[in-house]
Structure formats: C-alpha cells, structure tokens
C-alpha cells in the first residue's frame, strides 16, 4: 500500500500560478503510476494528469494541457503537478492517486487509482 498527502494549494489570483506537491510513503513508489485528480464545487471528480512510473510519458486532459504539468522525483517518493495561467474554473480541490496493475493506456487515461490522498484545496479568484 502507499499513502498520500497532499500539500500546495491555495488562493491565487487568475493568471498566477501554483504547484502542488504529493508525498508519498512506502518503499515502492516507483512502481506506480501516480495521477492527479481535481473536484470543483458541486462537480464529481475528474481527471487531471497522469504519469508514469519513470516519468517518460505523462498525459494530460485537455482543459489543462499547455498550462500544467505533472512530473515526479522517485528519489523524494514525491509527484507534483506545476499549474500556471490559472483560471477561476480550475478551483477544486486536488487529489493525488496511486495506481497499480492496469495497462499505461488505462492509468493515462484516469482509470485504475485505489489510493488516494485526502486532498488540497486550489482557489482561483478573478
């Protein structure tokens, strides 16, 4: 198993930008996919990034690409997600997921996470 904590967020301006960080425990860090989740107000959850256990292919949905990035240090069992331009629509809050035993194609995808972190809360003000 691995747990999760989230840390990073908060009230940023649109425009300005934040990165949120994931700490992740366990010795076996590098062995799973590592995705990040967002909820905004009254929404069901969705994807956000993806990446994989060596950091060489990282997906992104649509709404986001150009503006975050997800990346990840093995050495620090820890994987961040770099958001600039923001925008008043991106306020959620921010999950980061583990994921293990599933195909690349599904963990890029936003399917396949079982552990979660309890998550941090991103405010963009116009």
């Known amino acids: 198993q691995v747990q999760l904590v989230e840390s990073g967020g908060g009230l940023v301006q649109a425009g300005g930008s934040l990165r949120l960080s994931c700490a992740a425990s366990?010795?076996?860090?590098?062995?799973?996919?590592m995705g990040w989740f967002r909820q905004p107000p009254g929404k069901e959850r969705e994807f956000v990034a993806a990446?994989?256990?060596?950091?060489?292919?990282?997906s992104h949905t649509d709404s986001v690409k150009g503006r975050f990035t997800i990346s990840r240090d093995n050495t620090k069992n820890t994987v961040y997600l770099q958001m600039n331009s923001l925008k008043p629509e991106d306020t959620a809050v921010y999950y980061c997921?583990?994921?293990?035993?599933?195909?690349?194609?599904?963990?890029?995808?936003?399917?396949?996470?079982?552990?979660w972190g309890r998550g941090t809360q991103v405010t963009v003000s116009s």
């Open positions: 366990g010795r076996t860090f590098s062995r799973y996919f």
């Open positions: 990446i994989n256990w060596s950091g060489s292919t990282t």
């Open positions: 997921a583990a994921s293990q035993g599933v195909s690349t194609a599904q963990a890029m995808g936003g399917r396949g996470y079982v552990y």
